[in-house]
DNA sequence: GTTGAATTTCTTGTCGACAAATAAAATACA
DNA sequence: TGTATTTTATTTGTCGACAAGAAATTCAAC
């Protein structure tokens, strides 16, 4: 799978087992390593990681409980499909919460906040100054949650990265797509919702989110439309 | 605890056990059966449901996801308190979902939807009419939960019916406070809202779904106000 | 009588094994 | 040759047991 594997032989502290493969597992589903529908055996997964199925199957009853795995009952547990003739769910929800959690971030935002927020802008921008696709994908979603995290709301925050977790896996399937000139726009739109977040400017970093927000569905739209390989499911 | 546990002793198909276990724990946890704080013995809840511990740790962890129950890692595990101190972050959140589920249940409820959200709307009168207290607060978690479910995006659903729970818990806490005249209230905001959504009328839905939940919200602050048995927290 | 260390007890996290349920393969039959 | 049925095999769900960690208790020293 991945080089993480190795770290396995040494020795783990009792009762982070569970934890150490659930972040393996979710990490690679989210960057579709693990593409949907791939089928995730306990046993093999047991002796690679040397351990017991034990903690595997709590690592798998968690991912399923966040939906990143579908659990057929007494056959195997796979990894869960995209649903694309659902997408404009995912898109209703996903601007709903750029909305609200900017709206929060300019209205309860700390300086240390505001730190992190920037930190996390910096390294999206040292992404697409790299063309690195996957890394822009990665530290956008970052950056977003760090911005609901100002907003101090664990409803909307908890919402909110699950749905760009998921935005991460449906990008990454379409990243081969991506140009060189729309990213740069999203830094500068990063920027603006910074300087309203700062200014504590809750109707601008509302209005800034929304906008944000149709341009990334946009994006994906065209994408998808653009990119006809599976035109109904994975 | 309660006579479902007599079930038990029926056998149960392979593969059910695990969700046995975690209606009963959900339900005693909601219904304050089981009051926050209340450890959760693995071992005592093993031979009382005459089953593995196995089952009971998977019921554990899913429960733990949805946030109702805390592991205290190497310790014991307990049912997760009431955050006395953020309820403004649940009610901010729970107005916005009340609001977006009923404007969207305007917009693609089903007739069959509809007759859903009637009955369970007959259920909620009728446990006004009878002054039963913890049915009103039960039928009223449904009946918003089939508005949901009109509303089909499965990611406002989930944040929405995890919201209404955690309000049933807070509900119960205070419910002898309850009195005849407000709820009566309540059962015509329903069929005020449940009109605005035969009509298709999504303004008038978000309308009335906001005043609705700032009822709702007022009431349960001024329970909280005029009850000081714990200031601070349970 | 109080404080601190050692011991015991109790609960959890992990393991290996077994049995039920399903899928796959092999066989029988038309 | 194609289909139905039995057999095998694989994988899950459950179990009992054991060991690691933490809390409670005991004991000792001052």
Redesign the interface.
């Known amino acids: 799978m991945n080089d993480r594997t190795a770290a396995s032989q040494a020795e783990r502290k ?2 982070e087992g569970a934890k150490f493969v659930y972040d393996i597992l979710r990490d690679d589903i989210i960057d579709l390593v693990l593409p949907p529908g791939s089928p995730i055996d306990e046993v093999q997964l047991a002796e690679r990681l040397s351990m017991s199925r ?1 903690p595997i ?2 690592a798998l ?2 991912l399923a ?2 939906g990143l795995v579908t659990t057929l ?2 056959r195997s547990t796979v990894v869960s499909n995209i649903d694309f003739l659902n997408l404009h ?2 898109f ?2 996903l601007t ?1 919460m750029y909305r ?1 959690t900017t709206r929060l971030a300019a209205e309860f935002r700390s300086d240390e906040d505001l730190e992190i927020i920037r930190a996390r802008q910096a390294a999206f921008s040292r992404a697409v100054e790299a063309h690195d696709a996957l890394a822009m994908i990665a530290t956008n979603r970052d950056f977003h949650a760090a911005i609901a995290e100002a907003g ?5 925050t ?2 909110f990265c ?2 760009l977790d998921e935005g991460r896996r449906i990008l990454r399937i379409y990243y081969s797509s991506f140009g060189d000139h729309l990213p740069r726009r999203y830094v500068e739109e990063h920027e603006d919702m910074i300087a309203a977040i700062e200014a504590r400017d809750v109707a601008g970093a509302d209005r800034l989110a929304r906008a944000h927000a149709d341009q990334i569905v946009r994006q994906i739209q065209d994408m998808i439309a653009r990119d006809r390989r599976q035109p109904i499911a994975l």
Chains 1, 2 share one sequence.
């Open positions: 009792r009762g034990t199957r709590e009853v968690r409980g966040e009952p007494n769910t995912f209703d929800a709903l609200v101090r709301n664990p409803y909307y908890g919402l699950r749905l």
